[in-house]
């Protein structure tokens, strides 16, 4: 397959991805509006507050210069990928710390909610790397099928 068949495959796994993930969000926050309090779905909204700032966070760049990185040897690799665990780990031990804080802050118990999302940093941290390998071969369409179907 050459390059241009490839790029064009690639854009079209991409939107597709974008625009099933927008209208899947959209389906979901309309659900969740018509059957939850409003105090639990403020409660969600603090929630979401601390999922994408972890997720943002947790990267460090990192996908970012595997992509752009020319040859990455298996030492490069390894480091990388412990330091995406490490980051994940730590991010999620500190928002173990705060949660008792952020209940009190919002006087609302939050803390239980919060642990389980620390828990999703740690797991999340796993993924990184082979995803960010798979986007560098510019093999959309695997990256792509994963986000849509889990």
Do not use: C
Request: without cysteine; charged residues 10%; proline residues 1%.
């Amino acid at each position: 397959m050459n390059i241009l068949q490839t790029v064009k495959e690639s854009l079209q796994w991409t939107s597709l991805s974008s625009i099933f993930s927008v209208l899947i969000s959209a389906l979901r926050l309309g659900i969740l509006a018509h059957y939850l309090s409003s105090e639990v779905f403020g409660l969600l909204a603090i929630l979401d507050v601390f999922i994408r700032l972890g997720q943002s966070i947790s990267d460090w760049g990192m996908s970012a210069a595997v992509i752009q990185h020319a040859q990455l040897n298996r030492t490069q690799l390894s480091t990388i990928w412990w330091t995406n665990i490490a980051t994940g780990f730590t991010l999620g031990f500190l928002l173990y710390v705060i949660a008792p804080y952020v209940s009190n802050y919002y006087t609302v118990n939050l803390t239980e909610y919060i642990l389980g999302i620390s828990a999703l940093f740690f797991i999340q941290s796993f993924g990184l790397l082979p995803v960010s390998l798979l986007r560098k071969n510019l093999l959309y369409k695997e990256v792509e099928q994963w986000q849509i179907f889990f």
